[in-house]
Structure formats: structure tokens, C-alpha cells
């Protein structure tokens, strides 16, 4: 097998049937897609059992309850590696789409040129932006992760006082994202910070990984995956030659429409993922005096 997709799915079921779709039209050579369900309890799964009852091409793994983010996927790369042993596995988020034809030549190109463990592609936004991808050159400092830290906690204390929607008028959060200055997103690079709402595994990932690090629940995922990966001498790469579209945040809105609530449960997730993160770096620090 060439590739099996991963689409980890959560209540919204027209955002992975559209997924599923552009998967389908857009893909060359031998594939699979497996439907990872989050454990939605919401009749989506039963809607897209139906919708894809007969179709060999997709198989469905349910998970029974919410395993979140990295335990969700692990789910559907255990049944794909299990089940077709395929080159490359493919982690998308089920609010994506994708846009490049011939994505199996495209990667195989990619990983004959550059060896990468992980690849994600240019992600247009649905605000009509090109460049969150690629996230980062470097590790996050501590000083940087700290900031966030209190940052998040902020906004649950302003959600506590309900008070978010008034700091999010008057902070202006509404703008257009401008494009950082000293990121290239229109060239490959290697060895950066990849946005997780597409991850392509190849065999490289698997000969010093089994699928993602289970310690999160949601949030945060990007940051140590590209640390396992930096410390094991594998390499990320990010291509613009593979474009996919992201409506961002499609699963937490729905099963969230608060602000507040949704502000809240993202926060809260966020700061359990960065301490985590901070651990890992830590003790990468103390094992490495001379780290990155």
C-alpha cells in the first residue's frame, strides 16, 4: 500500500465527508482511509458508516470515547500499519481538504530528496492566508513557553470574570493575521516546526516511533512531536508543493459554540500540554547541557 489516510473524526461529519472526498479525488496509487471516531456519540458515525457502506477504500475504527488529539490518531495509525504496512501514513484533521493532485509522486519526490521522517504541506486558511505553516525554525525556549502559559491563563480568568468578549473587542483579535517576516513559506525547509492539521509519516518516523506521543490530550501535539523527532536525528520537512485547505477548529465549535466555554477548554488543555512539554525539555536539557 502507498499510503493510508488517518482522518480523526469528531460530531462534524460533513467536514469529513468533505475530507474523505478530496482525499479520493486527489490521491494516486494504492490508498486506504480510516475513520478514527472520537468517540463523537452523536450519530455522525452511524451517518458515515452509511455513507460508506460497501466502499473498500474506508475502514472505521471507533474509539468509544474521547482519547483527544494524539491517542485518537494512534488509534487509526495501529489499524494502519496493522492492516496494509503502507509507506506513508497521513494524519489529517477531519476540517481539512485536500488540493494537490498526485500527492503519492509528489511525496515520493519529497522523500527522495530529503530523507524527511515527517512532511506537512502549505495550508491555506479559511481566512484566505498561506503561511502557518511552516510554524518554526528551533525549539520553543522556556521563557517563550512560560509566556503562553500565563497568557492562557489569563484568558480563563477573564472567561471566570466573563469578561473575554470585551478583552477580544478591545485587543483587536478580530485583524487578519499578517505574515511573519522571517518565515518563507513559499520554498521546501527542513527541520521546522510543522502545523499538526496534516502530518505525513513515512517509514523513516516508524523505525524509532510507533505512532505519537500519548501524553496530551489536545493541543500542543506540534511542539513535542518536533522535539522527539529533532532528539532521534530524524528530519521534519515542509513543502508548498503539497496545499491543503483548513476551516480550523470545526470539531471544538461544534461540540463548544460558548466563546467562553470553548476559550476556556482550550486554554486549560493548552497549559496541560505546554508543562508537559516544558518536562520534556527539561530533561532534554539536563541530558543535553549543550541543547539547541
Not at 478514527?36 to 450519530?43: A, E, L, P, T
Not at 520537512?237 to 467562553?260: F, N, S, W
Amino acid at each position: 500500500m502507498d499510503i493510508v489516510f488517518v482522518v480523526l473524526h469528531y460530531k462534524t461529519d460533513q467536514d469529513t465527508e468533505a475530507c474523505v472526498r478530496s482525499i479520493m479525488e486527489k490521491t494516486d496509487g494504492s490508498y486506504r482511509i480510516v475513520i478514527v471516531d472520537n468517540g463523537s456519540k452523536n450519530g455522525s458515525l452511524e451517518r458515515l458508516r452509511g455513507i460508506y457502506a460497501g466502499d473498500e477504500r474506508v475502514t472505521f475504527v471507533e474509539t468509544k470515547e474521547n482519547l483527544g488529539f494524539a491517542r485518537g490518531l494512534n488509534a487509526g495509525i495501529q489499524c494502519a500499519r496493522e492492516r496494509w504496512k503502507p509507506r506513508y501514513v497521513a494524519l489529517l484533521n477531519n476540517d481539512t481538504e485536500l488540493l494537490s493532485p498526485c500527492l503519492v509522486e509528489r511525496l515520493d519526490e519529497k522523500y527522495r530528496a530529503f530523507g524527511f521522517s515527517v512532511c506537512g504541506p502549505m495550508i491555506i486558511s479559511r481566512d484566505g492566508t498561506a503561511y502557518v505553516n511552516p510554524v518554526r525554525k528551533g525549539l520553543r525556549s522556556r521563557e517563550d513557553v512560560q509566556k503562553s502559559i500565563a497568557r492562557y491563563q489569563k484568558w480563563m480568568k477573564l472567561c471566570d470574570l466573563h469578561l473575554y468578549g470585551l478583552y477580544q473587542r478591545l485587543a483587536g483579535r478580530k485583524k487578519k493575521r499578517a505574515a511573519p517576516p522571517d518565515r518563507n513559506y513559499l520554498a521546501d525547509q527542513t527541520d521546522v516546526k510543522l502545523h499538526g492539521a496534516c502530518w505525513v509519516l513515512s517509514e523513516a518516523f516508524f523505525t524509532r516511533f510507533e505512532g505519537l506521543d500519548p501524553s496530551t490530550f489536545l493541543y500542543g501535539e506540534e511542539d513535542i512531536l518536533y522535539l522527539h523527532v529533532l532528539d532521534e536525528g530524524l528530519h521534519t520537512l515542509y513543502t508548498p508543493d503539497i496545499v491543503i485547505y483548513h476551516k480550523e477548529d470545526g470539531a471544538t465549535r461544534e461540540a463548544l459554540p460558548d466563546t467562553e466555554q470553548r476559550v476556556r477548554f482550550i486554554s486549560r488543555h493548552s497549559v496541560d500540554s505546554l508543562n508537559i512539554y516544558l518536562k520534556l525539555l527539561e530533561s532534554r536539557e539536563r541530558k543535553r547541557p549543550e541543547s539547541e
